[in-house]
């Protein structure tokens, strides 16, 4: 399990490690095919900063060989804001005296159809709070057995599961799974996280190995910008990745930077901010170190920052998103989970996207590949 492995990691050493990065680190790391998470620390250091145009411009030509010129979108759809976790950075948390919705069957259906009428969207990601008593496993088959005759392509972010549960996912059409860490530093991780199943660090950061054993054919990872050092996070995902890769290797990766956006409950400030620039150095020294892995951009982006970084390195896309549960249909002014930045509609994007040169992808996976 990657407990074990992330125990033999100091977050102290690596931070010490990244930040004395040179400029030769930097140079040895560019020149190399295949990096390690040694080079990709170089990377993503200060010392690399005057290297960006060339990180970008190496991060295009892996990303058009391996991808050509496709950009996968998505659309979020949240079934339920109840949640019984207290995420100090988020207004779902269980002590926002805030109204709780859980789509019923009817209104999923509902919400299903009013997402095809954006765009022909075939990669639906389904996202709930955490409530396993209110919304647990069997509420989640329901809402992916209805949403199988609209979407070929079904993903979901909701609590971690055992081994089994995932694998009865699979059997009612779950293609894939996302899971933020939110932060790998684990002394630091309650200070978030303080109550709910959501404070137990290993039963999180092990899930992504249960996706794995389970065969979960894609697995998304992220940490919230925004909590602790984001290059050493970043790091620390990166070890991740490559322990996954090494482990579930018929498993597809992606990575994602979720940037903190202010939340509703309006206290908790970014102890750490990433600007554009730095965002784009982590996208570029991912693809760098990763010539394979997803790379994915949500709303909580700008469309013109969005629009740049299509072209240079980012695979995967959101557009049109609500982050509120029945946001496209049935409840559309409900409290948000975080607001979007990017709120051009899907057409738009895909227009905008078709003028950079760009290819938007809406069905890249058949549900006739799922298991049975
Ligand atoms: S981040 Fe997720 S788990 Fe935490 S309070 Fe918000 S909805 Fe619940």
């Known amino acids: ?194 109550r709910g199943m959501k404070s137990k660090f290993e039963w999180r950061v092990n899930a992504f190995d249960r996706m794995g054993q389970a065969g979960v054919h894609s697995i998304g990872m992220g940490v919230l910008v925004g909590l602790e050092e984001w290059r050493t996070d970043i790091t620390m995902m990166a070890y991740h990745l490559r322990y996954l890769q090494k482990h579930y290797w018929k498993t597809k990766y992606s990575v994602n930077f979720p940037r903190m956006r202010p939340s509703e409950n309006g206290g908790f400030q970014p102890n750490v901010i990433m600007n554009d620039r730095e965002l784009a150095q982590v996208t570029f020294a991912m693809r760098i170190f990763d010539h394979d892995v997803d790379i994915s951009y949500s709303t909580r982006e700008s469309a013109e920052f969005r629009d740049h970084m299509a072209t240079l390195g980012v695979t995967t896309m959101s557009a049109e998103s609500k982050t509120e549960p029945g946001g496209y249909y049935s409840y559309p002014q409900t409290l948000e989970q975080f607001h979007v930045s990017d709120e051009r509609t899907a057409k738009q994007v895909w227009h905008d996207l078709q003028t950079l040169g760009r290819e938007p992808v809406w069905k890249d996976w058949d549900a006739s590949f799922d298991h049975k």
């Not at 190496?58 to 949240?78: A, C, D, N, W």
């Not at 088959?141 to 079904?154: G, Q, V």
């Open 1 to 194: 399990m990657f407990s074990e492995e992330l125990e033999k990691i100091s977050w102290d050493e690596t931070t010490k490690a990244i930040y004395s990065k040179t400029d030769g680190d930097v140079r040895r790391a560019l020149s190399k095919e295949r990096c390690n998470v040694d080079d990709f620390m170089a990377l993503i250091s200060p010392a690399a900063t005057p290297y960006i145009e060339t990180m970008a411009r190496l991060s295009q030509k892996y990303t058009l060989e391996r991808f050509g010129k496709t950009i996968s979108m998505f659309v979020p759809l949240y079934i339920t804001n109840s949640c019984t976790n207290s995420c100090v950075y988020c207004g779902f948390h269980i002590s926002n005296p805030m109204k709780r919705t859980i789509l019923t069957e009817e209104e999923m259906v509902n919400e299903y159809k009013a997402i095809k009428k954006l765009a022909p969207f075939e990669n639906l990601l389904i996202v709930t709070g955490e409530n396993p008593a209110k919304a647990g496993v069997p509420y989640i088959a329901r809402a992916l057995d209805l949403a199988k005759p609209y979407f070929s392509n079904l993903k979901i972010e909701v609590m971690p599961l055992s081994t089994e549960e995932y694998k009865e996912l699979t059997n009612h059409g779950l293609n894939g799974v996302i899971c933020f860490q939110e932060t790998y530093n684990k002394a630091n991780y309650n200070i978030y996280h303080p």
